[in-house]
C-alpha cells in the first residue's frame, strides 16, 4: 500500500522553528518528486515546497521562500520540512504529498497540525 | 504568479443532479490542471490531471473539461458521497489551487 505518514507537528511561538518530516513507503522513493502543501484552518490548499528526485532542485512558495527548506533522505525514505522564524500566519495543516507520473499531486498524507501562538 | 478562480464558491445540488464547477486561469495554462475532492477531516484525494483524464479509480461519473483558461469539472449524477469541497490545481508554473467550491445538499 502507497503511504504517507506525517509528523512534527506542535505548537511553537513566533519565531520559532519546527522540523516536519514524512515516511513514505509502498513506493520507490526516489523516483518521484515530493511536495508539502498546507491548509489553514477553514481555508484552501497552499502548495509549498517542491523537492526533485534526487534533492537537487528545490522551489518554494513566495510565502515561505528564505524561511522553509525542503529536504529528503532516498536512503531512509523521507521527506522533511524545515521551518525557520515561523510566522501567526504559518498556522495550518501540512501535508506531505506525491508527485504523480505528470504533475498531479496523487497521494497525500494524513497532515500535521502547525500552530504558530504566543 | 498564476491565478486560479474557481466558481461558484459554493453551491447546493440533490443526489441524481448534474453538477458542473468551473476554474478560471488567469494565463494559458495549456491542459496542466489537476481537480482535487476534499471531504471534512479528511486529505484531498485526486480526481482528474491533465484537464481530463480520471484518476485510477475514480467513478466515471466525474468529468474534466476545457484547455486554455477555461476548464469544468462535471458529476453527471450526483451520489451521497459526493458532497464535498472541490479544488482545481495549475500545474504549468509551479502550483496555484483555486479557493475552493463547497458542494453540499440541498
Known amino acids: 500500500e502507497v503511504r504517507l505518514v506525517d509528523s512534527g507537528g506542535l505548537v511553537v511561538q513566533p519565531g520559532g522553528s519546527l522540523r516536519l518530516s514524512c515516511a513514505a513507503s509502498?513506493?520507490?522513493?526516489?523516483?518521484?518528486?515530493m511536495h508539502w502543501v498546507r491548509q489553514a484552518p477553514g481555508k484552501g490548499l497552499e502548495w509549498v515546497c517542491l523537492i526533485s528526485l534526487d534533492g537537487d532542485t528545490t522551489y518554494c512558495a513566495d510565502s515561505v521562500e528564505g524561511r522553509f527548506t525542503i529536504s529528503r533522505d532516498n536512503s531512509k525514505n523521507y521527506l522533511y520540512l524545515q521551518m525557520d522564524s515561523l510566522k501567526t500566519e504559518d498556522t495550518a495543516l501540512y501535508y506531505c504529498?506525491?508527485?504523480?507520473?505528470?504533475?498531479?499531486?496523487?497521494?497525500w498524507g494524513q497532515g500535521t497540525m502547525v500552530i504558530v501562538s504566543s | 504568479d498564476i491565478q486560479m478562480t474557481q466558481s461558484p464558491s459554493s453551491l447546493s445540488a440533490s443526489v441524481g443532479d448534474r453538477v458542473t464547477i468551473t476554474c478560471q486561469a488567469s494565463e494559458d495554462i495549456r491542459k496542466y490542471l489537476s481537480w482535487y475532492q476534499q471531504k471534512p477531516g479528511k486529505s484531498p484525494k485526486l480526481l482528474i490531471y491533465d484537464a481530463t483524464t480520471l484518476e485510477t479509480g475514480v467513478p466515471s461519473r466525474f468529468s474534466g473539461s476545457g484547455s486554455g483558461t477555461d476548464f469544468t469539472l462535471t458529476i453527471s449524477s450526483l451520489q451521497p458521497e459526493d458532497f464535498a469541497t472541490y479544488y482545481c490545481?495549475?500545474?504549468?508554473?509551479?502550483?496555484?489551487f483555486g479557493q475552493g467550491t463547497k458542494l453540499d445538499m440541498k
Open positions: 509502498g513506493f520507490t522513493f526516489d523516483d518521484f518528486t
Open positions: 504529498v506525491k508527485g504523480g507520473d505528470g504533475h498531479a499531486f496523487d497521494i
Open positions: 490545481q495549475q500545474f504549468h508554473r509551479l502550483y496555484t
